[in-house]
C-alpha cells in the first residue's frame, strides 16, 4: 500500500511541476510594426487592354473532303451529307442542316440501335455535345456550327 501511495503521491508532484509557469512554454513577442515613410503616387498613365465582350468564334477545324459514307462502325451518317471523312477513331461530316435536326435524327437513329443518352450540353460556340451509351460503349456527337452555315459533325466512339 505503501508504494501505490508514494506512485500517487510521486504522480501528483509531477502533474503539479508541469503546470508551473517555468515548465509551461513561454509565448513569443510579437513584433510591433514600424512606420514606413512612402511617396505619392505618380500621374504616369498606362492603358489597360479591355477584355473582348464577343461571343467566341466557332474553332477552325480541318473539314473533311471526301464523299460520305452512309455509315461509320454502325452509326449512320445523315442522308445529304456534303463530305465526310474518317478512321477507326472518328467520323466527321459536314451537312446544311440545323443543329436541332442533327440532334433529332441522332436521337432517333441511334435510340432504334438501342443507344441511351447520357447527356448532352451546349457550348459558348454554340456547339452542341450529345453523348449516347450502349451496354459498355460511348459515342459522342460534336454538332459545331461553322461560319458559312454548314455543321460539321463528329463522332467519336
Known amino acids: 500500500m505503501k508504494t501505490i501511495g508514494k506512485a500517487m503521491l510521486l504522480s501528483v ?9 517555468t515548465f509551461a512554454p513561454q509565448p513569443t513577442e510579437t513584433p510591433t510594426p514600424t512606420a514606413t515613410k512612402t511617396s505619392a503616387p505618380t500621374s504616369t498613365s498606362t492603358k489597360t487592354p479591355v477584355p473582348a465582350t464577343e461571343t467566341p468564334s466557332a474553332p477552325e477545324l480541318p473539314m473533311p473532303s471526301g464523299k460520305p459514307a452512309s455509315e461509320w462502325e454502325g452509326i449512320p451518317i445523315m442522308p445529304n451529307a456534303i463530305a465526310g471523312e474518317g478512321d477507326s477513331k472518328g467520323y466527321s461530316f459536314t451537312i446544311n442542316a440545323t443543329p436541332e435536326e ?14 441511351n443518352m447520357f447527356a448532352s450540353g451546349q457550348g459558348t460556340t454554340n456547339a452542341i455535345l450529345l453523348i449516347f451509351m450502349k451496354d459498355i460503349s460511348t459515342l459522342s456527337v460534336s454538332i459545331i456550327p461553322q461560319p458559312d452555315g454548314i455543321m460539321y459533325v463528329l463522332l467519336v466512339k
Not at 508532484?13 to 509557469?21: D, E, F, G, H, Q
Not at 442533327?102 to 443507344?115: P, S, V
Open 13 to 21: 508532484l509531477v502533474i503539479v511541476l508541469a503546470s508551473c509557469s
Open 102 to 115: 442533327i440532334q433529332k435524327f441522332y436521337e432517333k437513329e441511334l435510340g432504334e440501335q438501342g443507344w
